[in-house]
């Protein structure tokens, strides 16, 4: 077969709708997130990422170091963004097979709404690490692609899950969600109960095995590499579970944080127009199912009912199974991406519905209507939270221009002098500039107004970007001297008293006066 023969046969077997999610995504992910891929601005953890080889095993991403290893492990925004695009491309054409969406128009809001979600602009703030995290994503997504369309897919989908989780634990729930999603699917076609119980069964075996995998690849890895799990986000407790907090209060953190950020979280909406948007989305959906559920008569079936109960009440654990794993870990926007699911669903759920309630002609104009809204006002969002990122760049540079010019005047400064400082800007003598709080306090990556927080940050900016070195000490070496009178008198800089070299030290203030 010619490569040619083959690509007309690929392309005849790929329906439609596919084609349409993929486009969908890769175009609107360049509309919006081409400026930040155009640019080479870091954030706090990019200062130390330039070059970085990804062997992030201590964190149990044993996957990542291979998974980032195809753009090289330098920071490249244009190529890595393009690479994680097209993989976002594939996972929204597969979304849409396992959604069974048919329309094209749907199939384009899918890809819209994955590759516009803030989640993905904050991973952009990471964008060293964002075309392993986004093939992540496409592994969790493939492993419930493979698990519903063989009948031993569960096995090649386990593998998956578990390759997924290897590279970012935090698609775990993504793989989840998509799965309880799947299974209604399968609860509201016709067919035998006993197969419909067998294939919902593939989906278990599917996750306990990934998960199975996953761990074992861990420890035989990290055997051979001679580590152990760093303590980073609570990962080395991640086999103990709820078990030091109590289950009940973990299950009832995990309900809580669910609606906290659903509701109040400013990210799925963050102004009146896309709070309606959301409302509305959300309503039409509902009302096609009350359609649907008086049309097939399932409110006489209680066993139904039960299931379809049972598992809304277990989609916030399932969304929140992090929380779970690992109860202490700081639930960030990069962690919960699995959202979008939620609004996808919707989507898909409601333009499958035309033929069998009347009301469904006018729910998907009005989904289709509000997914687009979100569609740009997410889009907004992102936008907002890289210009705040480039501007947390340029005053960064300014201020370490001043920092350095002054560490060189200081007389007894020669090349080398050990540096001590705690690293944080002060707050009091310069004013507060960033004007994006209320969109992007919750995009990590993204949001204040400096890149600075401790003493290797002003090492990496003003190597990396201002051609000079500093010998910078460690953070215990302020230890002791942080309570000393003579530490304590001195004002923070750009004071005049700022920088004081004792005992062949240089101590640098920067924090505020009054701490």
């Not at 991406?337 to 519905?353: C, E, M, P």
Request: glycine letters at 8%; one cysteine or more; a positive charge.
């Amino acid at each position: 077969m010619t490569p040619g023969e083959l690509f007309r046969k690929w392309n005849r077997s790929v329906r439609k709708e596919c084609k349409y999610a993929f486009a969908a995504a890769v175009v609107i992910a360049l509309l919006i997130h081409m400026p930040v891929m155009l640019s080479d601005i870091p954030n706090h953890d990019g200062l130390d990422s330039i070059y970085f080889d990804q062997n992030m095993i201590t964190s149990g991403r044993w996957f990542l170091m291979i998974a980032c290893g195809l753009s090289s492990f330098y920071s490249l925004p244009w190529v890595i963004g393009l690479i994680g695009i097209l993989f976002l491309g594939i996972a929204a054409a597969l979304l849409t097979e396992i959604l069974q969406v048919r329309h094209a128009w749907a199939a384009v809001l899918v890809g819209g709404l994955l590759v516009s979600f803030p989640a993905l602009a904050s991973t952009f703030a990471y964008v060293f690490t964002l075309d392993g995290y986004m093939l992540g994503l496409l592994l969790a997504v493939t492993a419930v692609f493979l698990t519903g369309k063989y009948r031993k897919g569960f096995l090649a989908g386990a593998v998956c899950l578990a390759f997924s989780m290897g590279t970012y634990q935090a698609y775990l729930p993504f793989a989840m969600i998509l799965s309880v999603f799947a299974i209604w699917m399968l609860l509201a076609r016709e067919g035998s109960n006993t197969d419909k119980f067998r294939h919902t069964l593939r989906y278990l075996y599917m996750g306990a095995g990934g998960v199975a995998l996953y761990y074992l690849l861990l420890r035989i890895l990290l055997a051979i590499q001679g580590k152990q799990l760093a303590s980073y986000q609570g990962i080395n407790g991640m086999t103990s579970g709820a078990a030091s907090g109590g289950l009940l209060t973990t299950v009832l953190t995990m309900y809580r944080d669910f609606f906290a950020f659903t509701l109040k979280g400013k990210v799925l909406y963050n102004n009146k127009l896309s709070a309606l948007a959301f409302v509305l989305l959300f309503a039409a959906a509902l009302v096609v199912f009350e359609g649907m559920v008086f049309r097939r008569k399932w409110w006489k079936n209680p066993r139904f009912l039960f299931i379809i109960v049972l598992s809304l009440a277990g989609l916030p654990l399932a969304t929140n199974v992090i929380l779970f794993i690992s109860p202490s870990v700081t639930y960030h926007l990069l962690m919960r991406y699995q959202w979008v699911l939620y609004l996808i669903g919707a989507v898909a759920f409601v333009s499958n519905r035309e033929e069998e309630h009347k009301g469904a002609v006018a729910g998907q104009w009005l989904v289709l209507i509000a997914a687009v809204v979100l569609i740009f006002a997410y889009g907004v969002t992102d936008n907002i939270g890289y210009s705040n990122l480039n501007k947390r760049y340029e005053k960064t540079y300014a201020y370490c221009v001043r920092l350095l010019d002054r560490i060189e005047q200081t007389e007894g400064y020669y090349p080398g002098i050990p540096v001590a400082m705690i690293g944080v800007v002060g707050d009091e003598q310069y004013p507060l500039t960033d004007v994006t709080q209320d969109v992007t306090s919750n995009l990590i990556g993204l949001g204040g107004d400096m890149l600075l927080y401790t003493g290797r940050n002003y090492e990496k900016f003003i190597r990396n970007y201002l051609g000079a070195t500093l010998n910078i000490l460690p953070a215990e070496a302020m230890a002791e001297m942080y309570y000393d009178e003579r530490y304590v008198e001195m004002q923070s800089f750009p004071g005049e008293d700022s920088i004081r070299i004792i005992d062949g030290i240089m101590y640098i203030k920067t924090e505020n006066v009054n701490r």
